[in-house]
Every structure is written in structure tokens, then in C-alpha cells.
């Protein structure tokens, strides 16, 4: 799945080349694009997992854009399901999911239960790489197109940028001589 522009399916080809049974892509443009944020792409994971009965959602860990890393916890909060975030190891046990998730002091593992939403951890899997065969199979494949209306989905944000300012200019440094020079320059600049 990917949210955007038509742009987006270049990215579900990819995945279709790589191995991906089918893809979907919610064609969202214009002004939704342009402010299209973590909590309305969780909207539609979620809405989409429900419309496909999903048993286990598998987000990347964070954003290359925005850094946010705050998809997949709101997806999981939107359904209702357990989460198993920065997933280094996935493997199931019965009706429950065993995760090893990195945390600050090293690993961690957790169990929960399907349907679940896992973020993954680079360190999750090696991706295929894309072989000139797949990659003509990839093309004749069907992408889904919907509409983040079909799905129920309200796009509207709620947050507002009213202006990005850049940082002031910095100074160039001056070099002293002695101790005393510098203590100078720093009363006459109001820093001492």
C-alpha cells in the first residue's frame, strides 16, 4: 500500500518486482498531499485493514520525510490492536506473534496477539532484490486504485503551518590575542 500521487506506484512496482502478491495505491493529490501527515495515513491503514480483514499490518518504523515514527502507533490505536514496535525478529507462535524489538538497553521480545500492527526494524528482513523477469511481471500486474473517500476517510489536517523562517546568519568569528582581549569581546557582545 502506499498513499500519493501517481508517482506512488512506481514504489508499489518495486514491491510487486520484489515478491508482493498485488499492491494498492490511494491516490491522494493536490492540497491533501501537501498536507498529508502521520495521522491521516493511519486513517487509511486502518480503514484499509478492516476492509481487508488483515491479521497483521507491517509499517516501517519511521518516516524518511519527517522522521515522525508515529504511524504505526496510531494505526494501532485506531484499530484497537496490540503493537509490536522496532521489530528486529517476527515469528508466530499459535494465534500470538513473537516479536524481538530493540529498545535502548538491547533487545526485547514481547508476544501479542493477532491482529496486530508491527513496525519494522531494518535489521527485520534483507530485501530481494528486483530481477529483470520480475520486474515484467510486475508491470502486467493490477495495482487497486482507491480514493481515500472510498475508504471513509476524512483527509483534513488539523495542523497548520503559518510560516517557515530560516535560522539568523551566523557571525564570523573574530580571533584575540590574550585572555583579557576575549573577556573584553564578550562584555562588549553582553554574553558575560
Known amino acids: 500500500v502506499s498513499c500519493g500521487p501517481q508517482q506512488a506506484q512506481e514504489t508499489i512496482r518495486t514491491a510487486l518486482a520484489m515478491g508482493a502478491?498485488?499492491?494498492?495505491?490511494?491516490?491522494?493529490?493536490?492540497?491533501?498531499?501537501e498536507t498529508l501527515g502521520p495521522l491521516q495515513v493511519s486513517k487509511i491503514m486502518a480503514a484499509l485493514a478492516k476492509k481487508e480483514d488483515a491479521q497483521l499490518v507491517?509499517?516501517?518504523?519511521?518516516?524518511i520525510d519527517d522522521d515522525c515514527n508515529q504511524t504505526g502507533q496510531m494505526?494501532?490505536?485506531?484499530?484497537?490492536?496490540?503493537?509490536?514496535?522496532?521489530?528486529?525478529?517476527v515469528s508466530f507462535d499459535g494465534d500470538k506473534i513473537k516479536v524481538v524489538r530493540e529498545i535502548d538497553g538491547g533487545l526485547e521480545t514481547i508476544k501479542i496477539k493477532t491482529p496486530a500492527v508491527v513496525t519494522a526494524d531494518?535489521?527485520?528482513n534483507t530485501p530481494r532484490y528486483a530481477t529483470l523477469p520480475n520486474i515484467m511481471k510486475a508491470k502486467k500486474k493490477k495495482i487497486a486504485n482507491v480514493k481515500p473517500a472510498d475508504l471513509g476517510v476524512d483527509l483534513t489536517s488539523r495542523l497548520e503551518v503559518v510560516r517557515v523562517d530560516e535560522p539568523p546568519q551566523r557571525q564570523a568569528g573574530v580571533k584575540v590575542e590574550t585572555v583579557d582581549d576575549l573577556v573584553g569581546k564578550l562584555k562588549e557582545a553582553g554574553t558575560v
Open 21 to 33: 502478491d498485488r499492491g494498492i495505491h490511494v491516490e491522494v493529490t493536490g492540497k491533501d498531499y
Open 122 to 124: 531494518l535489521r527485520l
Open 75 to 89: 494505526t494501532a490505536a485506531l484499530l484497537d490492536w496490540p503493537q509490536g514496535t522496532f521489530a528486529s525478529e
Open 58 to 63: 507491517i509499517l516501517g518504523k519511521q518516516a
